[in-house]
T-cell receptor, first 114, second 112 residues
Framework: GAGVSQSPSNKVTEKGKDVELRCDPI?????LYWYRQRLGQGLEFLIY????????KSGLPSDRFSAERTGESVSTLTIQRTQQEDSAVYLC????????????FGPGTRLTVL | GENVEQHPSTLSVQEGDSAVIKCTYS??????FPWYKQELGKGPQLIID?????GEKKDQRIAVTLNKTAKHFSLHITETQPEDSAVYFC???????????FGSGTRLLVRP
């Protein structure tokens, strides 16, 4: 079946603008994860969803970041008042269930803040 | 919190040789250890994983070993091919935190 998809693939925005990044997980996957990957670095955990709820938001870098998930499907990561340090690739992953389960990653959204 | 260290950061091998990447983790409660391959411009792809009740797992040219006492695990790629060139990430997972903690990555170059 289809894998995890993300849109847009690339986003260029001006400092101070808000952006929304979308993730469509694999159908039927209960758990959904967001990560940030700065250039040449590893993946930084941001937030995860069990169904539509996010039990742990401590990984979000600041209160400018928020995420939601609806219908146990699509998730949106919103960054308000973007800063240049927000420039990175934002990756989404999903797994059948939460816990020690295989996470399947999407291709990512490359965000550039000018 | 959990920390994962990965070495080396870059690795260059001749085609046909073996490549070994090592990771150490800090929290003994970690129980799941996947390895991901990331090609340029793509998301990470799972290549092999191991759980804490197993010491070794093999899939064709790829194998992973886990030493729980020493808290380290390694990725072994034999008979390397140019298409193995990519960035490889190890990760560890704890049920209590529901987070995958990633290493910093190893850039593998297989020279033809």
């Amino acid at each position: 079946g289809a894998g995890v998809s993300q849109s847009p693939s690339n986003k260029v925005t001006e400092k101070g603008k808000d952006v929304e990044l979308r993730c469509d997980p694999i159908s039927g996957h209960t758990a959904l994860y967001w990560y940030r990957q700065r250039l040449g670095q590893g993946l930084e955990f941001l937030i995860y969803f069990q169904g539509n709820s996010a039990p742990d938001k401590s990984g979000l870098p600041s209160d400018r970041f928020s995420a939601e998930r609806t219908g146990e499907s699509v998730s949106t990561l919103t960054i308000q008042r973007t800063q240049q340090e927000d420039s990175a690739v934002y990756l989404c992953a999903s797994s059948v269930d939460w816990g020690a389960d295989t996470q399947y990653f999407g291709p990512g959204t490359r965000l550039t803040v000018l | 919190g959990e920390n994962v260290e990965q070495h080396p950061s870059t690795l260059s091998v001749q085609e046909g040789d073996s490549a070994v990447i090592k990771c150490t983790y800090s929290d003994s409660a970690s129980n799941y250890f996947p390895w991901y391959k990331q090609e340029l411009g793509k998301g990470p792809q799972l290549i092999i994983d191991i759980r804490s009740n197993v010491g070794e797992k093999k899939d064709q040219r790829i194998a992973v070993t886990l030493n729980k006492t020493a808290k380290h695990f390694s990725l072994h790629i034999t008979e390397t091919q140019p298409e193995d060139s990519a960035v490889y990430f190890c990760a560890s997972f704890m049920d209590s935190s529901y987070k995958l903690i990633f290493g910093s990555g190893t850039r593998l170059l297989v020279r033809p």
